[in-house]
């Protein structure tokens, strides 16, 4: 390792270096993070998102940053994506789904728009897919925690799939980026 702070570090950056030093059990992410995509498939999660939050153009993410930051229908997320600028949907979706010989479990889904910070380059611009796009957030509502196989929070299975292992496109492949294709800026009505 001779002379780090001229090389490019792993982070992109000149000088800066990034190791992971946790004691991290992959072999065990990794059987979680199939298990909560196991469970997704079961849900047929991907069918309702189509139907209920892909078409419902009042979520589709805005293009940039700054029609985020205008559009009353998003609200920046800052408690649970700084440094990342992340802005939530207002409008949410209900899922019910009863888990065989478990019980009834609500899902409340909204859309997590995350906008690039690369500056110079495509600051401000909507960012898709893996490792840190926008997606749909879901969560889940009136259940003990580990009562149910699979049931892991968004934030676990993110963990679990794109932090400990190298799952992360199959984290997104159930909780799919908005494009912005359908986006519609919101009518301002003048009195």
Same mark, same amino acid.
């Given at each position: 390792?001779?002379? =780090?702070?001229?090389?490019?570090?792993?982070?992109?950056? =000149?000088?800066?270096?990034?190791?992971?030093?946790?004691?991290?059990?992959?072999?065990?992410?990794?059987?979680?993070?199939?298990?909560? +995509?196991?469970?997704?498939?079961?849900?047929?999660?991907?069918?309702?998102?189509?139907?209920?939050?892909?078409?419902?153009?009042?979520? +589709?993410?805005?293009?940039?940053?700054?029609?985020?930051?205008?559009?009353?229908?998003?609200?920046?997320?800052?408690?649970?994506?700084?440094?990342?600028?992340?802005?939530?949907?207002?409008?949410?979706?209900?899922?019910?789904?009863?888990?065989?010989?478990?019980?009834?479990?609500?899902?409340?889904?909204?859309? =997590?728009?995350?906008?690039?910070?690369?500056?110079?380059?495509?600051?401000? +611009? =909507?960012?898709?897919?893996?490792?840190?796009?926008?997606?749909?957030?879901?969560?889940?509502?009136?259940?003990?925690?580990?009562?149910?196989?699979?049931?892991?929070?968004?934030?676990?299975?993110?963990?679990?799939?794109?932090?400990?292992?190298?799952?992360?496109?199959?984290?997104?492949?159930?909780?799919?980026?908005?494009?912005?294709?359908?986006?519609?800026?919101?009518?301002?009505?003048?009195?």
């Amino acid at each position: 390792m001779y002379r =780090l702070d001229d090389k490019l570090g792993n982070t992109g950056e =000149l000088g800066r270096h990034f190791w992971r030093i946790e004691n991290s059990d992959a072999k065990d992410a990794r059987g979680k993070c199939l298990s909560w +995509a196991s469970l997704q498939e079961e849900m047929d999660f991907l069918y309702w998102h189509s139907v209920e939050v892909r078409e419902d153009v009042r979520m +589709a993410c805005p293009c940039s940053l700054w029609q985020a930051w205008f559009d009353r229908r998003f609200v920046w997320d800052w408690r649970s994506s700084w440094p990342k600028l992340c802005f939530r949907s207002r409008r949410s979706k209900p899922l019910k789904y009863d888990i065989p010989e478990k019980r009834l479990v609500n899902f409340k889904t909204t859309q =997590l728009c995350c906008y690039s910070t690369q500056w110079p380059g495509d600051w401000g +611009a =909507l960012k898709t897919g893996p490792p840190d796009g926008s997606r749909v957030k879901v969560e889940s509502f009136h259940n003990l925690p580990n009562d149910v196989e699979g049931l892991f929070t968004d934030l676990e299975a993110y963990k679990y799939c794109c932090v400990d292992t190298t799952l992360c496109r199959l984290f997104y492949q159930y909780r799919p980026s908005d494009d912005c294709r359908r986006y519609e800026r919101p009518i301002i009505r003048k009195f």
